[in-house]
Structure formats: C-alpha cells, structure tokens
C-alpha cells in the first residue's frame, strides 16, 4: 500500500523557533492524526483531526485538516528542547479500515 | 494504567532461528497490530486483528505469522528470520480501527538478525 508523503524528513531548529511539517496524499482520509516518539519509546498521539478545514491547537502544537482532505500539517511554535523526537502524520480512512502513516520528520532542536 | 507490553524489547537472532515477540494489553481491546519501523519509511503495517481468531495481513507481511487466541495477546512470530527483517517492531492496539484517540502503542521491540 502506498503511504503518505511527509516533509520535510529533518530539520535542525534553534530553540524558540517555530516548526512546520505537513502530509500529503493521492488519497482521501476522514481523519488525520500526529504522533511524536521519543527515542526508544513509541509513538505518543498528540492530536487528531475529523473534520476537513478543522484547525486543532494542543499548547503549542497546531495542526490544520486539509480542504481537500488530502493533506495536513502540524504547526510547532516556540520550540524547546524536549520537543526532540519524530514526528509522524497518520491518515484513517474509517470505512475502508485503512490507516497510513507517514515516513517521518525528525525534529532537532538545539538550546 | 492502560498498557501495551511486548517482549522482548532487544533481541540479537540468527538467521533460521525462530522467533516470537510477544503483545499484551490490559485495556480489553478488540484491535490489535503490528507495525515495522524503519529508517525513511515510517510505520508500516505487518497483520492486524480486528477480534480474537480474525486476523488479517497488513501491507508488509511476507516473513511473519501472527494469531489471536485471546483477546490480550497478540504475538508476532518469524518462522525464519532473515536480516531485511532486522528492525524496530511496534504493537499497537484500539477500541477499534480508525479510532486514532483510542490507539495505544508499545515501547517497541529492537530485533536484528545476523
């Protein structure tokens, strides 16, 4: 199956900057979802998107379903050090039971 | 505390030698999967289980086996493993499929294969 085309694949940040990342797809999902993972852990839910045009905050973390439905992005303002990690875009297709993730952006952030 | 648990979280194999890696989960979910992490590829999906005895392959499940006897557990098995199954190995489990609020992942399963 195909997956979601997620970018940029890394970026090196200096604190306080802001972060964006998006996902795109030749397909349409009902619902988008961002995750982080932590070194050695597993990725952790940070928010979920139902609705297309839905525009999501979680702190300082903001996210934003597409129109089109084929794309999201996610939002990091001010960054800290501890927002370190991959951050991975996941897009579900309820009907079909479908669910795709993207390949990543790893995040680094130097204080 | 709501928990997916697998073991091993390491493991150094040879090729040909059988394998499990187990999956649990105390929150009586009915959906169940693994997933296989690797570098620029992200997450993908090697079997899922939707319920106890319904098991059904993901997009990469070439090399793996999986069941679902009960509702907790959810082993990944590598019948004979090869090194292109060296990788970083997630269960995940949820009320149901889709429902991204509800999915829970492990802390992950390091395995390589020499």
């Known amino acids: 199956g195909q997956q979601l085309n997620q970018s940029p694949q890394s970026m090196f940040i200096q604190e306080g900057e802001d972060v964006s990342m998006n996902c795109t797809s030749s397909?349409?999902?009902?619902?988008w979802l961002w995750y982080k993972q932590d070194p050695g852990e597993g990725p952790v839910l940070l928010i979920a998107?139902?609705?297309?045009?839905e525009l999501t905050s979680n702190g300082r973390l903001t996210a934003q379903f597409g129109i089109t439905r084929k794309d999201s992005f996610l939002n990091i303002s001010a960054s800290i050090p501890s927002d370190v990690g991959i951050y991975f875009c996941?897009?579900?297709?309820?009907?079909?039971?479908?669910?795709?993730f993207g390949a990543g952006t790893r995040l680094t952030v130097k204080p | 505390e709501a928990q997916v648990t697998q073991n091993p979280r390491y493991l150094i194999t040879v090729t040909g030698k059988k394998l499990t890696v187990t999956c649990s989960q105390n929150?009586?979910?009915?959906?169940m999967s693994w997933y296989r992490q690797d570098p620029g590829l992200g997450l993908r999906q090697i079997y899922y289980?939707?319920?106890?005895?319904?098991?059904d392959k993901g997009d990469v499940p070439e090399g793996y086996k999986v069941s679902r006897k009960e509702k907790r557990n959810f082993p990944l098995i590598l019948e004979s493993p090869s090194p292109n199954q060296t990788s970083l190995y997630f269960c995940?489990?949820?009320?149901?499929?889709?429902?991204?609020?509800?999915?829970?992942f492990g802390e992950g399963s390091w395995l390589t294969v020499v």
């Open positions: 998107l139902y609705k297309a045009g």
């Open positions: 996941a897009g579900c297709d309820v009907g079909n039971n479908d669910m795709r």
């Open positions: 289980s939707m319920n106890v005895e319904v098991t």
């Open positions: 995940a489990s949820s009320l149901s499929q889709g429902l991204g609020n509800t999915i829970y």
């Open positions: 929150m009586n979910h009915e959906y």
């Open positions: 397909s349409i999902f009902n619902t």
